[in-house]
């Protein structure tokens, strides 16, 4: 593997489309299409989950073992992945703990059905604006941690990979964080605040997580990629749950998941076929 750099154009990309998604319901008429927005984050979702099971996990793997001397006993490689495992889980637990703790991703969720004709009605959050939406940071930071550690360990294309599915979600994400704030905010400067705070998390880690692991251990890397993908796992479900479990809206939900997961597999096989995915380390 060629020595990492810092991605640079992902950062100022990542930066742009989410003030861009965030910012444009609060300075424009545009509050978005809620069947469109929802099919959009099913893409997403579908996207961000083909990511996770295709290219964050298997690098962390091969990263977590490929460093490894044969002869290891049998004991002690259980061990190896019980701890790659665990690194998984503990992206998955976090997400759900904040969720639990009222500051998760659901806000999310629910902002791009607000006012549905399915009955929804709007939550009256028990915990502060801020406070939830400095939840939504912490997700965007685990975005940032996953394209810092694949940028710190992996080959540009893999890293291209991350970012790819990272930069799809982050357009919807960001302009259901907008709505929500333009209906939970009374001054426009407190929404604007808001988007900024959600919007540069993911830079600032990507730029604080690269520079962490640069030259780190291999396993280190390897189990922030691997908690990472954890965290893609949790999004891209709980992105998507709720409206499959709507007999209204499964089916639609359903199929425009399995669009991003087949549009991901597709952008894989394409890069690989043309050589741009390097599988040694």
Not at 14 to 31: D, H, K, M, Q, Y
Not at 115 to 127: F, L, N, P
Not at 148 to 177: C, M, N, R, W, Y
């Amino acid at each position: 593997m060629s020595e990492a750099t810092l991605p640079i154009e992902l950062i100022a990309l990542t930066l742009i489309l989410a003030l861009i998604g965030g910012l444009s319901p609060i300075f424009s008429n545009i509050r978005g299409n809620k069947d469109s927005l929802r099919r959009i984050t099913g893409l997403a979702a579908g996207i961000l989950l083909a990511s996770a099971v295709l290219v964050v996990i298997p690098e962390g793997f091969e990263l977590a073992t490929g460093g490894h001397e044969e002869g290891h006993g049998a004991e002690e490689e259980g061990l190896e992945n019980l701890i790659i495992g665990a690194a998984v889980l503990a992206g998955f637990v976090l997400m759900l703990v904040l969720e639990g703790s009222g500051i998760g991703h659901a806000v999310h969720e629910e902002h791009h059905d607000h006012e549905s004709e399915h009955g929804h009605q709007h939550v009256h959050h028990t915990v502060a604006p801020l406070l939830l939406v400095l939840g939504l940071s912490l997700h965007s930071a685990a975005d940032g941690l996953a394209i810092g550690s694949a940028a710190a360990g992996s080959s540009e294309a893999v890293t291209t990979a991350v970012a790819l599915a990272v930069l799809v979600h982050k357009v919807p994400a960001a302009f259901s964080l907008g709505v929500f704030s333009m209906h939970e905010r009374e001054d426009r400067n407190d929404s604007i605040r808001d988007v900024v705070l959600f919007s540069i998390a993911t830079p600032l880690m990507i730029v604080v997580s690269f520079y962490a692991l640069e030259g780190l251990d291999e396993h280190l890397i390897a189990l922030a990629m691997l908690f990472s993908g954890g965290t893609f796992l949790y999004v891209a479900a709980v992105d998507t749950l709720p409206d499959i479990h709507n007999p209204e809206t499964g089916r639609e939900a359903m199929m425009s998941v399995l669009m991003g997961v087949v549009l991901m597999i597709v952008i894989l096989f394409g890069a690989d076929a043309a050589g741009l995915i390097d599988h040694g380390h």
